[in-house]
Every structure is written in C-alpha cells, then in structure tokens.
C-alpha cells in the first residue's frame, strides 16, 4: 500500500468543512466513553484528534500512518502494525479503511484487534440519502432524529482514493457488518454522525 495523497491535501479551505468538525467531535466522543489510559490512531491526518487528546487528557496517543511526510509515531500499514498484541486498550481508525481494497479490509481489522487490548472504533463513509431534523426549545432537552436511505445504490467507481463506501452496490451494511464479526469483533454501537451523515462510526470490542 502507497500513500494517496500529498500533506498539503489536509489545507484547512480544502479538508476541514464544518461536517469534518462534527466527524472530529464524535470521535472524541466515541474514544472517551470508553475510557482508555491509551490509544493508537490509525492516519493522522491533519492531526487535529491528537492535539486535543495530548492537550486535554490524560490518554497517552500514539499513531500509525504510511505517510511518512506526516511523521506518525510508527511509519507502518494497517496490515502489518509494528506493535505487540495487546499494546494499546483502544485502536482507532477514522475514514481509512475504505482506502484499502475491500478483500483488506478484514485483515486490517484483525491486526487492529490485535493489538488493542478491548476496543477497536472506526468510522467509514456512508453513501445515500438522509432525511434529518432537530427541535430545539426553551427549557426541554434537543430532540434530533436522522434516517439514511440507500434506495437504488450506484456502483462505486474508484478516483484514486476510495476502493469502497457503505451504501453502494455490493457494500451493505450487513457486508461490513459481517466482515467485523470476521475478524473477531462484536459491534456495540454503531450510528450515522448527526450533521455529518456521510460518516458512519462503530465501535467494537473483541471476542
């Protein structure tokens, strides 16, 4: 596996829209609910989940990345992590895997599961339709409700980057679904980020 794409592809007008904001929150969300002492990330892109890891917690963070121009702790393939099994109690990887041809992606599960002491938490891109709202009033609790629609899915075509997103022909979510059970994972929870649909996060421990 090459890298795909050049550091200067994470430039804030580029990269970071407010939906990817939203994507951040919830992965920061989804890592401290489970409370772990320690984490690996997996692509670090523009760095932004660990600076504030780093900055306000106490989780010691080490990350893997190919991109040896983003200077990772470990230049390595998701594949093949140079790490002991058992090394970090979470092991994370946010909109990466889909960057690897579909037959990886189990055996990149297995090697997170691998090292990861408990849980593995990822999140992949979900194509199709959503329907959402929000009710916000004075004095009651924010009512929100979010619904994708993957009626007619399109065959996906490869640009260099994605091999595969959820929702698109031959990709369902029982696929993915069933490759995590695979690779020895038990599904949690898993749910479409609200205000960033496009990203879908599970998080799961070993069996």
């Known amino acids: 596996m090459e890298k795909q794409v050049e550091k200067k592809h994470y430039n804030f007008h580029k990269y970071c829209d407010e ?23 997996i692509g670090v892109g523009d760095r932004v ?17 190919i991109a040896d121009d983003l200077f990772p702790d470990a230049i390595a393939n998701v594949t093949k992590l140079p790490f002991a099994d058992d090394s970090f109690d979470t092991v994370c990887a946010f909109e990466v895997l889909e960057h690897l041809p ?4 189990i055996v990149a599960l297995k090697e997170m599961r691998r090292v990861a002491v408990e849980n593995v938490i990822i999140s992949l891109p979900h194509w199709g339709r959503h329907f959402s709202f929000q009710i916000r009033l004075p004095y009651f609790k924010k009512i929100i409700w979010q619904h994708k629609f993957n009626f007619w899915p399109i065959r996906h075509i490869f640009k260099g ?44 421990k070993k069996i």
């Open 161 to 204: 980057e994605h091999y595969w997103e959820i929702g698109k022909k031959d990709y369902g979510l029982k696929k993915i679904k069933d490759a995590i059970i695979t690779a020895g994972l038990e599904v949690k929870e898993d749910c479409v980020a609200f205000n960033s649909p496009y990203h879908h996060f599970f998080v799961m």
């Open 19 to 41: 939906e990817r904001f939203v994507s951040y929150w919830h992965q920061l969300k989804e890592i401290l609910k489970v409370g772990p002492h320690s984490v690996l990330e």
């Open 49 to 65: 989940l660990e600076s504030y890891i780093k900055n306000n917690t106490s989780i010691k963070y080490n990350s893997a990345d």
């Open 102 to 105: 579909f037959e990886k992606f």
